[in-house]
């Protein structure tokens, strides 16, 4: 026998059940195969790069401890990055990095690049699973694209539990291939950037500036190791332990950004375009605690990375998340940063010095400390949700690593702040 | 107090008794021995309470005195006045298939896999007994006829389960509970997602498979209640009578699917529209559908 009408029982039988458990309201979210995070971030550096990127990454529930990973980031960048080129007490005229056109910069302005804009997509998928009895594997691949550079990659990674799960032994793997088509080609190493100005004519011109390009584009490949080693100290500390070793083979020169060439006075009479080594191998030690303390939870990190390039860097992090009442947290961050400059970075070459054999002047590979400070505020909504509002402030300070600047740059900045703030807004589902 | 056993799993910590019948457990997301031993302690107390209290088996417990003094006013407390209360929403909604009087069916109907099936005397004898139009109630008290038995199966047990989790995260202060799951005998509902993000994973039974998990489904939050059971059945000229009875005909409902199991907010939801599924017979299917709620369905 039936039910005359198939009626919806469930919304009045859920109200009896409530009332008979001495219940107000029901979570209602009950089972969940997939869980998305979404996150919109904005990052803005002051007179420089600002970014808007979009992030959502699915985590699908196969059962049995499998689980697909999705992940999609559409970020786009636009605004001006520091060319690597010196201020001078006038101004200065510089060629786009197309060939085309030219743009101007003040006196004693530090010279920008504003053509800066790029809009990339990335793609992340991965696969996880129980490989056999305490060992589990994952699988997975990325995929970016921005206007002139492509990025595929595979990576792989095993990890083994023992010690009665209190210890996971992981080790990973990835492959990425890398490859760049810029806009006007690729410079050859220490070529001059010409100035339309002084050619007659633009046939002139433009096979004077093809000369200076040798290939339309380029790759890289990379080979990423990871040795991981996380402890369950007590039901309240978990620790771990990273080194990873990471190999990278091919152009790794950044083809719009100039050292400038002075003279004894700091005038400049010629930017080249930079020139980089085409291998560089990467060590890192990294070092994380989370610590769950009377209610707060203490996620404490340090990094030790060291390359061939003689670039060492100290990284550490500090997030502590505290409850604000019943619903919402808010966790402060502190991150450090200090680097030392690679060794073939100069702020500027002499004219009356024999051209190095790499030189670059790219602040971001110079001596320079970093900090970090910022505070993300959330709260767990029905049925496990979650929503947060992360604002951070982000500033890098290049120094000199002990060299002299001749006549007029004496008076000029040459490692200026770069200071920028980041707002995050964040929701799981 | 029953015997408890603590058991460590990869994610979780277990507290392992036995209680109404069924295997008992508390799974724990914090790897803590001592508090998963602590709460299963108290949920072995509870649930030994629920059933002292609310067992037909147990002659001297409060519902076999309720069914032992039929015909007369008798008082009852709060408790077992919002267990009647519930009865009562659930034998409205479906349309008087849910019928906590239909019990004393039984006696006609043995449910063993053989080809006994009752006869129509046999039931006739006893239909009189059933009803849960003919019970008066109130808050205090509670007059049945004489002849009549109450059973609260597919209720108890369940309840059982939601006041065990209420207890146990009672325990923490607000909003502080670790993630747990309360699981007697696939009768189950958790508090709140784990902390780490992953689902619990839960096997759901396949009656023809014995003890083999047909599939298991992520729980984050929430519960999940099965009826059916497939070694209790009647097997007579080809017809498969379940062991869900009609107290309208006193038969068992034919074309019913073996097992049905809901995911609802709290475990007496989902093990009530998990029974009233079985009773809709071959409708079961469509029954659930309406309800709105995710189901799983082994015909």
């Known amino acids: 026998m039936q039910l005359k009408h198939i009626a919806n029982i469930s919304t009045a039988l859920a109200a009896a059940s409530c009332s008979l458990l001495g219940q107000s309201a029901e979570a209602g979210t009950v089972l969940d195969d997939w869980q998305f995070n979404s996150a919109i971030l904005l990052y803005s550096e002051q007179d420089r790069v600002s970014a808007g990127e979009g992030i959502l990454t699915a985590r699908g529930d196969f059962g049995d401890d499998k689980y697909l990973n999705l992940g999609l980031v559409v970020d786009a960048l636009t605004g001006a990055s520091a060319t690597g080129a010196v201020a001078q007490p006038g101004v200065q005229t510089f060629t786009r990095p197309s060939g085309r056109g030219s743009y101007d910069v003040a006196a004693g302005d530090t010279p920008l690049d504003d053509t800066f804009h790029d809009t990339r997509v990335q793609l992340d998928v991965s696969w996880e699973q129980p490989l056999a009895q305490d060992w589990r594997m994952s699988v997975g691949g990325h995929l970016s694209k921005e206007y002139d550079y492509l990025s595929l990659g595979v990576n792989g990674s095993l990890a083994y539990d023992f010690n009665q799960k209190n210890t996971t032994a992981s080790v990973g793997l990835s492959l990425s291939h890398d490859s760049i088509e810029p806009e006007g080609g690729i410079a050859v190493g220490f070529a001059p950037m010409l100035l339309r100005s002084n050619f007659a004519n633009d046939e002139a011109y433009q096979s004077a500036f093809d000369a200076t390009r040798d290939r339309a584009d380029d790759t890289k490949d990379t080979i990423d190791l990871l040795f991981g080693l996380t402890q369950v100290i007590n039901h309240d500390w978990l620790m771990q332990f990273n080194y990873s070793l990471s190999m990278a083979d091919g152009y790794m020169t950044d083809p719009f950004k100039l050292v400038s060439v002075v003279d004894d006075n700091g005038l400049v009479q010629q930017n080249l375009y930079e020139n980089r080594p085409d291998k560089r191998t990467k060590h890192s030690l990294y070092w994380q605690n989370k610590v769950h303390l009377s209610g707060t939870f203490l996620d404490a990190s340090y990094r030790y990375m060291w390359d061939d390039w003689e670039l060492k860097s100290h990284t550490a992090d500090v997030k502590w998340r505290l409850p604000m009442g019943e619903q919402w947290y808010v966790e402060p961050q502190f991150r450090y940063y200090q680097q030392s400059a690679a060794e073939f970075y100069v702020p500027f070459l002499k004219q009356d010095e024999a051209l190095p054999q790499y030189a670059s002047a790219d602040y971001r590979i110079g001596k320079m400390t970093a900090y970090t400070l910022g505070a993300k505020f959330g709260t767990r909504l029905a049925e496990g949700n979650e929503l947060s509002f992360r604002i951070a402030l982000y500033q890098q300070k290049p120094e000199n690593d002990g060299v002299t600047a001749p006549g007029v740059l004496a008076d000029l900045q040459l490692y200026e702040k770069v200071t920028a703030v980041m707002a995050q807004v964040s929701y799981s589902f | 107090m029953a015997q408890i056993n603590l058991q460590q799993g990869g994610k979780c910590v277990v507290g392992q008794f036995r209680a109404m019948a069924s295997p008992c457990e508390v799974l724990l997301e914090r790897q803590d021995m001592a508090l998963c031993r602590t709460l299963t302690e108290l949920a072995a107390t509870e649930a030994e309470r629920i059933e002292q209290k609310y067992s037909r088996y147990r002659p001297d417990s409060l519902l076999s005195q309720l069914n032992a003094n039929a015909g007369q006013w008798q008082s009852i407390d709060a408790e077992t006045a919002a267990l009647l209360t519930f009865a009562n929403t659930c034998y409205s909604l479906s349309d008087g298939m849910f019928d906590i009087s239909s019990g004393i069916l039984r006696r006609a109907w043995q449910f063993d896999g053989s080809d006994n099936i009752a006869t129509q005397p046999q039931i006739d004898a006893l239909l009189p007994n059933v009803g849960w139009h003919k019970v008066q109630f109130n808050q205090r008290a509670i007059l049945m006829p004489h002849g009549m038995e109450l059973d609260f199966g597919g209720i108890a047990k369940e309840y059982a389960v939601d006041k065990v989790l209420q207890l146990l995260v009672q325990q923490f202060p607000a909003a502080q509970a670790p993630s747990i799951v309360v699981n007697f005998g696939g009768d189950m509902s958790c508090n709140r ?68 199991t809901v995911a609802a907010p709290n475990c007496l939801l989902a093990g009530m529209l998990a029974t009233t599924a079985l009773l809709q017979g071959a409708g079961a299917e469509r029954f659930l559908t309406a309800q709105g709620l995710q189901y799983w369905l082994i015909t």
């Open chain 2, 193 to 260: 997602p784990r902390q780490d993000g992953s689902l619990w994973q839960i096997g759901i039974e396949n009656p023809s498979l014995a003890d083999q998990a047909i599939s298991a489904v992520g729980l984050s939050q929430g519960a999940l209640a099965t009826s059916g059971d497939s070694r209790r059945f009647v097997l007579k000229d080809g017809v498969r009578y379940s062991h869900i009875l009609n107290p309208k005909t006193g038969w068992p409902v034919i074309d019913a699917p073996r097992s049905v």
